[in-house]
Each structure stands twice: as C-alpha cells, then as structure tokens.
C-alpha cells in the first residue's frame, strides 16, 4: 500500500511472518500432544494454560511498551517465541512442556497472542491519519489471515508427506515444530531493523496512569469486559480443537485439515479487508455487530450438519464473514484512546480477550473426550457471541471516532 512508510511495510511483513508461524504450529499442535500421550483433558489443560502464560506475561510488556521502548518489548516477545519452539522440540516431559508453553509465545488458535498485535497497530496508528486507519488495519488483518492459511496449509501438509515417506507422526510433527522457532529467529531479525519512527513521543508531565491508561481508562476497561466474554467464547472453537473434533468425528488426515483452514483463513481474510468499506457507511460499531451476528448462528449450525462436506461448508461460510469485526474492533479502540495510551488500551484490550480465550480451551477438552458432547463447543461459543454482540451495541453505539464524530 502507498501511504504505508518503510516502519510501515515491515511492521507487515512481521505480522505474516509470525501468522505464518502460528498457522503453521495450529493445525498439528493438539495432535502432536496427543502423540506424545497427553490425553484430551491433559491438552485442553495445557492449552488453556499456554494462553494464560501469554496473558500474563503480554499485560507486563503492552502496558510498559510506551515507557520502556516498542521496539525492545517486541524483541522480547520473540525471544520467547523462539524459547517456546526449542522446548517443544526437545522435550515430551508433560511439565517441561506446560513450562514452556506458560513461559512461552504458543498459538494454539493460530491467532495473535503474545504482545506483538497491540504495540504494531499501536505504531501503525501513530504513522497513518484517522481516515486511513480502518483500511489499514484490513489489510493488515488480510496480510494475517493469508499467512496464517498458507502456514495451516504448509503444517498440515508437510507432515502427511513425511508420514508418507516413512516418518512417524511424532517425527513429522516435531519437523514443523522446528519450523516454528527459525520463524521466531527471523522475528527477531525484522525487529531488529526497526526505527525510532516506532516509538511514541510521551508527554513532559505525565498523567497518573493505570495499566498505562489515563484519559480513556474507563472507555478501555468497559471495552475489555465484553472483549473477554466475546473472546471466552471464541476459545471453545480455538483452531487446533476444531482440527482435532474433525479429525475425531470424520477422520479427516492432518493435510486435509491444512486445505480446510487454508480457505477459511483465506476467506476471513477477505472478509476483513470489505469491514473498511462497509465501515465507512455505517460506523465501525454497526459493522462489528451487524456482520458478526450471522455468522455466530452459521458456527453453532457447524456440528449439526451429518456429513464432513456439509460441515466443511458451513464453517467455511462462517469464516466468510467472521472477521468483518476485526480491523474494525481495533480500529475503533485505537480511534478512541489519547495516542500515548494506544500500546496500552491494545494491550489490556488484547490481554482481555486471551484470558476469556484461556478459560474455554479447558472445557473443551473435556467435551471433546465425550463423542455425545462434542458438538457443544460450537453451540456454547455461537450462543455466548451473539449476547456480546448485542451488549456491544447497546454500551457503545453512541461513542463514535474522531472520523464519524463524537455525539
């Protein structure tokens, strides 16, 4: 795009290199616990506290990032990555791996979790005019979900090729866990080549602060609550169990599993590049809601459908439409926060929605253990969605960005 910078460009590039990582890791890492004999119980445990870790350890560096440095706080969070990857490859020892993925950068979702989402757009917000920023923001989610289909597509895929030549599960899966932390390497490298242009320029007196927050504290911590109930929901239907309850249910191989995250993360993506041009009609608010609504209903209609074809098309037509919210939620909290609480008000936002994500993997394990249970995440998270969305309308409809005007 023409009005990124150079900080810009490689603030994307980044981004598709670590979803391409988090792709990658998604689609095999349920099943390769699962090789290493963990039970369902034992992986929902494990990847519920994965996301806890990476709460508690992305509200230090997001809510510090401002003061202490941008540019540092995302080599750390790399640095991490990296760490995560080389444990996982090296050990099958339940509790070094739940050290590890406590301490660590681990995806289970393919989704953005550590610090790296809030302190990005939180310098992309701080190089780009308010009229730009939705746009940008979609395509920074579309360069996301790109990656993040490409990495599900080359992780799922390069293990059955290795089974096929003779590697077993364990061995293959272990090849794309190596793959994963040269990926985190080369997030370190990117950032290194990052710019003071990243940093923000914070003010002579300095207001008192809370998580970072001063001004828009209460805007920031209402928003969070119902990201978190809104993320708690998402967690039942984190990718990594969604590819197991295939796999268990229709038997579905590792690279079929890699083709059907493919187009679907090929399809949110576009679906969060068209959320700027319906924004620009109706609101950033109206988008979020409006778009998100149907496609909550097509998730909970996912484990009701009796053959894999039927199933694969309805989650494929959810994911058509379900990230029209993205850009458009980060947007607007960006949009509505003073620019010295941006790393922040993404942070404690971002954090919120990977503690409610971290609670649901847990109970989904569970569920999943039990074949008469396995459709419940799917109907639980749709149902729970659905109150957000209309809770969303209902407190924040009337607080516009400074694009449509504050009523």
Same mark, same amino acid.
């Given at each position: 795009m023409h009005i990124l910078t150079a900080e810009g460009r490689l603030l994307f590039s980044t981004r598709l290199v670590r979803l391409f990582a988090y792709g990658l890791l998604s689609v095999i890492l349920a099943l390769y616990l699962g090789q290493v004999g963990l039970?369902? *119980?034992r992986i929902g445990l494990l990847l519920t506290l994965t996301l806890v870790g990476d709460t508690v350890i992305s509200l230090w560096i997001t809510t510090n990032a401002d003061r202490l440095g941008r540019r540092r706080m995302l080599l750390v969070g790399a640095a991490l990555m990296v760490f995560a990857g080389i444990v996982f490859v090296l050990t099958q020892d339940f509790y070094l791996l739940l050290l590890a993925a406590i301490i660590g950068v681990i995806s289970p979702s393919g989704n953005e979790v550590g610090p790296f989402l809030s302190i990005e757009q939180a310098s992309l917000s701080q190089l780009l005019p308010d009229n730009r920023r939705t746009q940008v923001f979609s395509w920074y989610n579309l360069v996301g979900s790109f990656a993040t289909a490409l990495g599900a597509l080359v992780g799922g895929s390069l293990a059955q090729v290795l089974q096929r030549l003779g590697a077993s599960p364990l061995d293959s899966f272990r090849v794309v866990i190596v793959g994963?932390?040269? &990926? *985190?390497? &080369?997030?370190?490298?990117?950032?290194?080549? &990052?710019?003071?242009?990243?940093?923000v320029v914070t003010p002579a007196t300095s207001p008192q602060t809370f998580l970072g927050l001063h001004r828009s504290r209460r805007v920031v911590l209402g928003l969070a609550g119902l990201f978190t109930v809104d993320a708690f929901a998402g967690g039942f239907v984190i990718q990594s169990l969604v590819a197991y309850w295939f796999n268990q249910r229709f038997g579905v191989e590792p690279a079929l599993l890699g083709g059907i995250f493919f187009g679907a993360n090929i399809l949110a993506g576009i679906s969060a590049l068209s959320a700027a041009w319906i924004?620009?009609?109706? *609101?950033?608010?109206?988008?979020?809601?409006?778009?998100?609504?149907?496609?909550n209903v097509l998730l909970m209609l996912v484990p009701l459908m009796p053959t894999l074809p039927l199933a694969v098309l309805v989650?494929?037509?959810?994911?058509?439409?379900s990230q029209m919210d993205v850009p458009t939620r980060q947007s607007y909290t960006m949009a509505v926060v003073a620019p010295d609480e941006?790393?922040?008000?993404? *942070?404690? @936002?971002?954090?919120?929605? @990977?503690?409610?994500?971290?609670?649901?993997p847990v109970l989904t394990g569970l569920f999943l253990a039990n074949p008469a249970l396995s459709g419940l995440p799917f109907l639980i998270s749709g149902g729970l969605k659905i109150v957000y969305d209309l809770a969303l309308y209902?407190?924040?409809r009337r607080l516009k960005p400074p694009e449509e005007g504050i009523i």
């Open positions: 039970d369902e *119980g994963y932390a040269l &990926l *985190g390497t &080369l997030l370190v490298a990117l950032f290194l080549r &990052l710019s003071p242009q990243v940093e924004a620009r009609r109706i *609101g950033l608010i109206n988008t979020m809601v409006f778009t998100h609504l149907p496609s989650l494929l037509l959810r994911f058509s439409i941006r790393s922040a008000a993404s *942070g404690v @936002t971002g954090i919120a929605r @990977t503690v409610g994500a971290s609670l649901s209902r407190s924040f």
